[in-house]
């Protein structure tokens, strides 16, 4: 097993081994191991101080920031409040200064009172409260020893927690599963008490002790958790559940936020009251001593413990798991389920869940129910994902402002208080709009992010200004120019000076133009109209048009150079129409051939930007830019148009969107090339090569294979399945007819 250890940041620490309850369905006294018969009832003096050593120990090895401790049993009240409290303070102690402490309890409740809270409430230790649901449903397993019902002490320690001098140490309640409950009257049992959060899990089982399953349903479990799901869902999901959180997280790329899910390392350690180092205290339902490491805090560190192979073979991701789960489309999300779930005597962990069925369902399942509430519209609507580009736009604004490099600018607040302004006008808002989401802004506010100061940051008043001019808005917005030009994004150059010469302008707005004065004695250029060139005024200028839609030729912007090749000085006005009759006839190529994708591109791709060197292609900038390559023939540049179109528009949908998982991602083998690629490159270039391939048909060669490999990848989101569903449809629609022609005599036909 290899690959650096992964240090323990949740310390599971046994204060006492026995319980005031008899829960027929517990894993410390009912399933295989019965070590706890041998173990001292309440953790002594030694084992608190050496486990407090060992905690900072690792802290400070691992520079860890913080640490959590779950005081656990049995039951940890019976260790009563003077241990308690020894255990709080030593470990406090030992932390101090080192990491944070995040300390935490859970507990059957029973003897929960105001002298234990009080003492949580002094070290802040968070409270976790078991509760199965109803009367009905609690007493199936919690009852004592006698067959009382711990039911209303229980309820009296949930509502204990809920008093307003208390409530901050609620950390919820947790649910073992019995399908034999109702399970929206479970819920809504749980939901009364108006928990922070509930957590539902499965009862602990193998393949040699399966679960319960009184109707022979091999989706039972998953049939109870979906009749919750559907009640929370119904409810709002205003209330945390902890397992559905996950699945809905991994669902959209994101991490698992429980053991008993997902593919994240395991980060857990157990400390027995007897100071013995254990693995994850579920292990007990597999066999005597699945748990046992060998390993205790008087001898041993918890580096030890994470070098064990028991402890490794937990922390391996997709490699840990089974050859069936591996090639499991749902893996990412279930995980393989628990890992003491997985055993069977003859092959050990070398299995699937005993959940498995269970699992899959659930997974596929809350997949379906939720794909049209989490996904983002940017998927499927185009004016949805220009519209989430701009909210990029302005969230890494935002984050300039607040960061330092802005702090410390001399012009910065100036230049954000005249936006303030521009932007509670109605034809302000727009302008700005405009100005702040065209794609070079993104090239800017990401350098000012990597460097801030300098012209980055200067870029602010410069965009102000444009969006008062393009809004007709009789401001006056104060402006730096370098080497005698000053640009103003989206509309054009102004030659205010001489070369080698920087300085201070101002710039206002007049009628169809605007004025740019020196700051002090200087030149002063007059601008009657945007688009007319003249005066010392560059316009950007717009060109096609003829049979095509039309595009800026930026040759301007000093941000332009966010390409692999490096942009071309200003064009001549020749030079412009050369490129313009060129536009024309390729985009006349692309109308004929993929007449949906020339339609979109055409709405989408506002800038262009001539090239001195290479082929036509996408940028570090934002949605709607491409640089203008080096094409001989009109098939060849709209070829490169829509390859180009088809690149920025994923990097677009990747950057607002999750489509595939952010926490791993594994080799494949893409069918044109037969090479081992990450799962994102793959989707990349089958995205690009559905859109390039209804144009040129031999480039659909492998996509539908790729495509296939792809839907039944881990690593594939909510919102990348529905990526691949809109490319299944745009290869469908190509069936009906290659060409924009061919459609429309289909039409005059009928």
């Known amino acids: 097993m290899t690959g650096p250890l992964v240090p323990f940041r949740e310390v599971v620490l046994k204060v006492h081994s026995r319980c005031d309850l008899a829960c027929d369905h517990c894993y410390i006294y009912e399933h295989a191991d019965q070590s706890w018969r041998t173990r001292p009832k309440s953790i002594s003096d030694e084992a608190i101080s050496w486990t407090a050593r060992r905690l900072a120990e690792h802290a400070s090895e691992h520079a860890l920031d913080s640490m959590s401790v779950i005081l656990h049993g049995g039951e940890p009240l019976l260790a009563g409040p003077a241990r308690l409290r020894r255990v709080c303070e030593e470990l406090t102690s030992a932390l101090d200064g080192i990491a944070e402490l995040d300390l935490r309890i859970h507990t059957n409740g029973v003897q929960l009172s105001p002298r234990y809270l009080d003492l949580f409430d002094e070290f802040d230790v968070k409270v976790g409260i078991s509760l199965d649901g109803d009367r009905t449903a609690n007493d199936r397993h919690r009852l004592f020893a006698n067959g009382r019902s711990s039911h209303p002490l229980v309820l009296r320690a949930v509502q204990l927690l809920r008093e307003d001098r208390y409530r901050h140490l609620d950390l919820g309640l947790l649910c073992t599963i019995d399908v034999r409950n109702d399970p929206v009257e479970v819920f809504d049992a749980l939901a009364e008490l108006d928990p922070p959060q509930v957590d539902f899990l499965l009862p602990h089982a193998t393949w040699d002790e399966p679960p319960s399953r009184p109707d022979g349903s091999p989706t039972a479990y998953a049939d109870w958790l979906l009749a919750v799901f559907d009640r929370w869902t119904e409810q ?225 008043a410069a965009s102000v200004a444009a969006a008062a001019v393009r809004a007709r808005l009789e401001l006056t917005v104060p402006m730096r120019f370098e080497d005698g030009r000053l640009f103003l994004p989206t509309l054009g150059e102004v030659r205010i000076g001489e070369p080698g010469e920087h300085g201070r302008a101002l710039v206002r707005a007049v009628g169809e133009g605007f004025q740019v004065r020196r700051d002090g004695p200087g030149r002063a250029v007059d601008v009657a109209d945007t688009t007319t060139e003249g005066g010392g005024w560059s316009p950007l200028r717009r060109v096609g048009g003829e049979g095509g839609p039309g595009f800026v030729l930026d040759d301007l912007d000093p941000y332009r150079d966010c390409f692999d090749a490096p942009a071309t000085p200003r064009l001549t006005a020749r030079e412009a129409g050369a490129w313009g009759t060129h536009l024309d006839s390729a985009w006349e190529s692309l109308r004929r051939k993929v007449p949906d994708q020339a339609t979109e591109a055409a709405r989408a791709l506002v800038t262009l930007t001539p090239l001195a060197a290479g082929t036509t292609c996408a940028g570090a900038h934002g949605y709607g830019a491409l640089g203008l390559g080096v094409h001989e023939g009109d098939d060849e540049l709209a070829l490169a148009l829509l390859r180009g179109f088809r690149r920025t528009k994923f990097r677009a949908l990747v950057g607002v969107t999750d489509l595939y998982a952010a926490d791993g991602e594994w080799e494949h083998r893409a069918p044109w090339s037969r090479e081992s690629v990450p799962f994102s490159r793959l989707l990349s270039e089958t995205f690009e090569r559905v859109g390039t391939g209804l144009f040129e048909p031999r480039l659909l060669d492998g996509v539908r294979q790729a495509l296939d490999m792809i839907e039944t990848a881990p690593e594939l989101t909510i919102d990348g399945t529905r990526v691949v569903a809109g490319l299944r449809k745009e290869l469908a629609g190509s069936t009906h007819g290659t060409s924009g022609e061919e459609k429309t005599q289909d039409l005059s036909r009928s």
């Not at 100071?275 to 060998?294: C, F, I, N, P, R």
């Not at 869940?353 to 129910?369: F, I, M, N, P």
């Not at 185009?382 to 890494?396: D, G």
């Open 236 to 460: 709002g999901q205003t209330l945390p559940v902890r397992l559905f959180s996950s699945v809905l997280s991994t669902l959209s790329g994101g991490p698992s936020l429980t053991e008993s899910l997902g593919l994240a390392p395991t980060d857990l350690v157990v400390i027995e009251t007897d100071g013995q180092l254990e693995q994850v205290d579920s292990l007990k339902s597999a066999y005597e001593g699945a748990a046992a490491t060998g390993f205790d805090v008087f001898s041993h560190s918890f580096d030890d413990v994470a070098a064990h192979p028991g402890v490794r073979a937990r922390q391996l991701g997709l490699a840990g798991v089974s050859e069936t789960c591996r090639a499991c489309p749902v893996v990412r999300s279930c995980g393989g389920g628990l890992y003491t779930h997985r055993y069977r005597s003859s092959s050990g962990f070398d299995n699937p869940s005993v959940y498995c069925t269970d699992l899959s369902t659930l997974v596929r399942a809350v997949e379906e129910r939720a794909a049209a509430s989490i996904g983002s519209s940017a998927v499927t609507e185009p004016v949805a994902l220009v519209e989430a580009e701009q909210e990029v736009n302005r969230t890494l604004l935002a984050a300039l402002h607040a960061g330092p490099g802005a702090r410390g600018h001399a012009h910065w607040h100036e230049a954000w208080d005249l936006a303030t302004e521009i932007e509670g006008t109605e034809r302000g808002a727009i302008a700005l709009d405009e100005v702040l989401g065209h794609p070079y802004a993104r090239a800017w506010l990401l350098d000012a992010q990597d460097a801030p100061g300098g012209r980055a940051l200067d870029r602010l």
